[in-house]
């Protein structure tokens, strides 16, 4: 199998992952303080918020990713829209047309997937029938873990929202990590690939390669 078509039959699990990600999301939008004390779970979910896209500090702005973020309300639903927009990317009819193998590995061994949307950077091949917009898993995708090809799925599909404003900004495990803002957490790609895998898995840190 061509690690496109690895990418396409690991699309239930990463579907699953999001499904379990927008659950807590949809609790935590939907909650509101009746009486105290809060439930612990309430509280363990919004920690996993605070962890991954950080405490919000109003306003907040994200370069146009989204409108300007002045409530708690705004800043749950802006990130339940990109799980929303990844969801439907691993809709088995989308993911089939957007997910391709590369016709080259153009980034090097360690470079499992890649997203080629839009106007396209220095180095990037331009726009034409080898290289159309697409989700590309190059041939190292094939040989990971199933948990760590879900993750990468989810990942990439954060960055086909807009490849432009989503970014890789920071690393889990990273010190910028921990100290970059709100604003910032909400473009960068890696809070949405692994607060999915905080929930759904309780990790804070990717899967390794063999997961």
Not at 35 to 49: M, Q, T, Y
Not at 129 to 144: E, K, T
Not at 172 to 179: I, L, S, T, V, W
Not at 180 to 202: E, I
Request: aromatic share 12%; proline share 8%.
């Amino acid at each position: 199998m061509s690690s496109r078509d690895v990418a396409v039959d690991g699309l239930p699990r990463a579907r699953s992952v999001v499904t379990q990600t927008r659950a807590v999301l949809r609790q935590l939008i939907d909650f509101r303080v009746r009486s105290l004390p809060i439930p612990f779970n309430v509280l363990r979910d919004f920690d996993k918020v605070w962890f991954h896209f950080k405490q919000p500090v109003m306003p907040i702005d994200t370069l146009g990713l989204f409108p300007r973020i002045t409530t708690l309300q705004d800043f749950l639903n802006s990130i339940d829209s990109v799980y929303q927009s990844i969801e439907d990317t691993l809709a088995d009819a989308n993911a089939r047309s957007i997910f391709r193998d590369p016709p080259e590995d153009l980034f090097g061994p360690r470079t499992r997937a890649f997203v080629l949307r839009g106007p396209r950077l220095q180095g990037e091949p331009q726009p034409g029938p080898s290289w159309p917009d697409a989700i590309y898993f190059s041939s190292g995708f094939a040989d990971l873990g199933p948990f760590k090809r879900a993750e990468i799925s989810v990942h990439e599909c954060a960055h086909w929202r807009d490849n432009q404003l989503i970014q890789d900004n920071a690393q889990p495990g990273f010190e910028n990590y921990q100290k970059m803002d709100a604003g910032l957490a909400l473009r960068n790609a890696w809070s949405y690939s692994q607060f999915a895998l905080d929930c759904a898995f309780g990790r804070t840190q990717p899967f390794a390669d063999s997961d």
